[in-house]
C-alpha cells in the first residue's frame, strides 16, 4: 500500500527540493534534506504576498489544497503565493519509510518542530528568496509549526493563524499521543519497527484509527449522527470506511516520527521554559483559532496561551466535529475559517 | 495478584448471599449467582430507610464506602440502612475469575445491565424482605444501574440519583470501551481468554490502563497539576503508582464482562428503543448528577435525558477532575454530592 500511497498519484502535484544536510535539534543528521512542496498562485513583485502552510499529523499537501486554498476562499492563488510545505516524515518529505538503512526506517532520528521550522526557513529564503511571510497558518502540528515560526523568526512572520492548536504540547495531549504510540508499538509485527512492510502492522495501524476516532470527534459529532451526515450507514462503516481506510496505508515509522515530534512540541525551549517570554516575542498579528469541541487541542488550553501573545485575538470556531473538523467535514467550518483569514489578512502588519 | 486483591482483606467487609440461577437477557444461565453485599446501619421497623448503591465499571464495595457513606455524610448509617451491592462480574459477586470452568473464565455468558437489576431485585426483596427504596445510587456503571432501577421498577424506587452516567449508551461511550477491551484482548498473551493467570496479561492491562487516564480525567486535571497535589512527583509516577497500580491487579476477563455491560446499557430495551417512553416510566423523584468536566459521560448527555424524566432536576457537579472524580480525588466533590443527595433525601416522594 505504501507504494501507491506516499506518491504524486495520491497526493501530488508536489515538487521536491533538497534544502541540504539538516543538523537535528536532538542530534541526529539528516542529510540531503527532501522537503516537499506544492504551491499555488504566483509570488508578486513586491514579494509580500506569501503564505506558508504546514501540515498536520498524517496529513499531506493535498488535504491542506482541498480543504483550504482555492479561488473565492481567504487562501486564494489569484491574490497569494501558497506555499504548503510537508512535514519532515510525513511520508512526501524526507520521512523514516524513504530514507534507506540504517539511517531510515526505525533508525530515523528524531526530529523536533523547530528542525521544521529551521528547514522551512531555510527552503523559503535560499529556493524561494522570500524575506517576508504575509501569513503562516497551519492546523495541529501545523499550529505548532506556526507558533514556532511566530517566536523564531519573528521579523519574518507578519501574521499567524493557528488553528486548533497549542504553542506548547499539554500534559494530557502528551498522554493521548503516547496511547497512538503504543497502539502501534504493541503491535508484535512493529517488530521494534523493523518490520519487512507497514501492511504487516495492520492490527495497530486499526487500533491506532479507532484511538483517533474517540479522541479525534466528539461526543456530540456521534450524538448528532454527522457519521451518517457524511455518508457512513453505521458506526462500524464510519470506523472500518473513514478512519482505518485513512490511516490503514500510512507506514508506522513516519507515523511514529510525527508522534513523538508532536509530543514534544514546545516554544519554550527557546526561553529555558518561559512560555510567557516565548510568547511574547511574537510580533505578528495573531489570531488563535481553537475548534470549540476540540478534546485535545481544547479552546481553554489555546485561550491561556493567546492571553501571551501581544495584539492577539482569540477566535474560536463553532464546530461540533471537534478536532478532526480540520479536515473541512462539517458544512459550515471553511466559511468560518476564511471569514478570520480574510479579516486577518486584510490587517495591517 | 487476583488472589490477594478480589478478597476480604482489601474489600471486605462483605457478605455473600446466593439469589439462586439467574437466567440472563442474552440467553446464559449464572448458576448459584452469589452477590457480594456490604451493608451499613439498619432497617427501621417501617422498612423505609433503606438505600440501595450497586458499583462502577472495576470498583467494588469498598469504594463506595469510602467515597460516599459515613457519619455526617448524606449517606448516614446512623439514618439509612444502606445496601452496597457489587455488580456480577466486579470480582467479588460471581464473576468470570471465580466461576469454574467451563462456565468461567473467557466462557462467562455475557451479563446485561438489566441482568444485575433482577439479581438484584430479588436479592432486596427476598432476601431483605425489602418493598421500597428510599434511594438508588451509583456513579458511572452505577449510574446505569439505577436508570435500569428507576425504569423496570417505578413502584419500588423513591428516590434516585444517577451520578456521571446515562440511561442509554452513547455510541462515542461505546467507542471509548471498545478501545479498552481492544487494548486487552490485542495482547497476544490473552490468548482469547484463556491465560493461565491475569498477571500474564500484563501488557494489555498496562495499556488499558493508560487509556483510562486520558479519558477518565480532564485536559484541566493534568493543567492544573492535579496529580501532583494528589502526591504524585510527575505523570509517569501518576500513570505508574496510580492508574496502572490500581487496574494492574484485575482479571482481564473480569473487566471485560463489565465493559460489555457497560457499552450496551440501554433503559430503552423496555420499550422497543423509545427512550422518552422508557425514561417516562420513572416514577422517582430523580437528580442527574453529571461531572463538569466528564469527558465520556458529559454533561449536554446527561442533561438531554434529564429533561425526559418528569419531575426530575439536572443537579450537575463542578469538578475538573472529570469523570475519575468519582473516586472522590478532589476536596470540593464529597460536599456537592452530600449536598444534592441530603435534599433529594430530605424531599417527600
Known amino acids: ?119 522551512q526557513h531555510r527552503l523559503l529564503t535560499q529556493n524561494f528568496g522570500l524575506e517576508r511571510l504575509a501569513l503562516v497558518v497551519g492546523g495541529s502540528m501545523g499550529a505548532q509549526q506556526t507558533y514556532e515560526w511566530a517566536v523564531r ?68 459529532f456521534f450524538q448528532q449522527r454527522r457519521p451518517q451526515a457524511l455518508g457512513f450507514s453505521s458506526l462500524d462503516d464510519f470506523i472500518t470506511n473513514f478512519m482505518q481506510a485513512y490511516f490503514g496505508p500510512m507506514d508506522p515509522n513516519n507515523l511514529l516520527c510525527m508522534a513523538w515530534k508532536w509530543q514534544h512540541a514546545d516554544v519554550s525551549r527557546h526561553t529555558q521554559g518561559d512560555l510567557k517570554q516565548a510568547l511574547g516575542r511574537i510580533r505578528a498579528k495573531t489570531f488563535v483559532m481553537p475548534i470549540s469541541h476540540d478534546m485535545f487541542f481544547p479552546p481553554a488550553d489555546c485561550l491561556a496561551e493567546q492571553r501571551l501573545i501581544p495584539g492577539s485575538e482569540f477566535r474560536p470556531i463553532d464546530c461540533i466535529d471537534g478536532h478532526l473538523g480540520l479536515f473541512g467535514t462539517h458544512a459550515d467550518y471553511a466559511g468560518q475559517v476564511d471569514k478570520h483569514l480574510a479579516e486577518l489578512l486584510a490587517t495591517p502588519a
Not at 96 to 113: C, M, Q
Not at 187 to 200: L, R, S, V
Request: hydrophobic fraction near 40%; charged fraction near 20%.
Open 1 to 119: 500500500m505504501v507504494d501507491t500511497y506516499y506518491t504524486q498519484e495520491a497526493h501530488g502535484p508536489f515538487a521536491l527540493h533538497d534544502i541540504g544536510s539538516l543538523e537535528l535539534e536532538e542530534g541526529g543528521t539528516i542529510r540531503n534534506c527532501q522537503l516537499a512542496v506544492a504551491t499555488h498562485g504566483t509570488l508578486n513583485a513586491a514579494k509580500d504576498n506569501a503564505i506558508l502552510v504546514p501540515t498536520w499529523y498524517s496529513g499531506t499537501s493535498k488535504i491542506m489544497e482541498q480543504a483550504y486554498i482555492g479561488p473565492g476562499r481567504a487562501l486564494d492563488p489569484s491574490r497569494y503565493f501558497i506555499i504548503v510545505v510537508n512535514q519532515i516524515g510525513n511520508g512526501l518529505s524526507t520521512s523514516p519509510h524513504n530514507t534507506p538503512f540504517p539511517a531510515g526506517g526505525a533508525r530515523f532520528p528524531r526530529v523536533r518542530i523547530g528542525d521544521d521550522v529551521r528547514a
Open 153 to 220: 523568526y519573528p521579523d519574518m512572520v507578519r501574521r499567524a493563524a493557528p488553528i486548533a492548536g497549542t504553542a506548547k504540547n499539554t500534559v494530557h495531549d502528551f498522554l493521548f499521543a503516547q496511547t497512538l504510540v503504543e497502539a502501534i508499538t504493541s503491535d508484535p509485527a512493529f517488530a521494534d519497527g523493523f518490520y519487512a512492510a507497514p501492511g504487516e502492522v495492520h492490527r495497530g495501524l486499526l487500533r491506532h484509527a479507532k484511538l483517533w476516532a474517540v479522541m479525534g470527534w466528539s461526543t456530540e
